[in-house]
């Protein structure tokens, strides 16, 4: 098993590793609290079948490391002020 607990292709896998880098980016956490976000957010799924990597890749890098950030909140809207969702 990968650090995400997901089963998926490298292709898919790759591109979670990209939404903890842009995490760790943007919001100035520790890669080891990124991978427990997204663990705790996608741990157990499976992103190996067309359809599942094909939901895995209908969102950005940049919103999926939002979405998961501030667990769900509407952040992309003008004026939001989100708060980051607790962790751990």
Not at 31 to 40: K, L, N, T, W
Request: hydrophobic share 40%.
């Amino acid at each position: 098993m990968n650090e995400f607990n997901v089963t998926a292709g490298d292709e898919e896998l790759e591109y979670i590793r990209q939404i903890a880098r842009e995490m760790t980016s943007a919001f100035g956490i520790d890669p080891d609290e990124a991978v427990g976000r997204i663990r705790r957010f996608w741990g157990g799924q499976e992103f190996a079948s067309k359809y599942a990597a094909m939901a895995l890749w209908h969102k950005t890098v940049y919103s999926w490391a939002r979405h998961i950030y501030y667990g769900g909140q509407m952040w992309w809207l003008d004026g939001a002020a989100p708060e980051p969702d607790s962790y751990p």
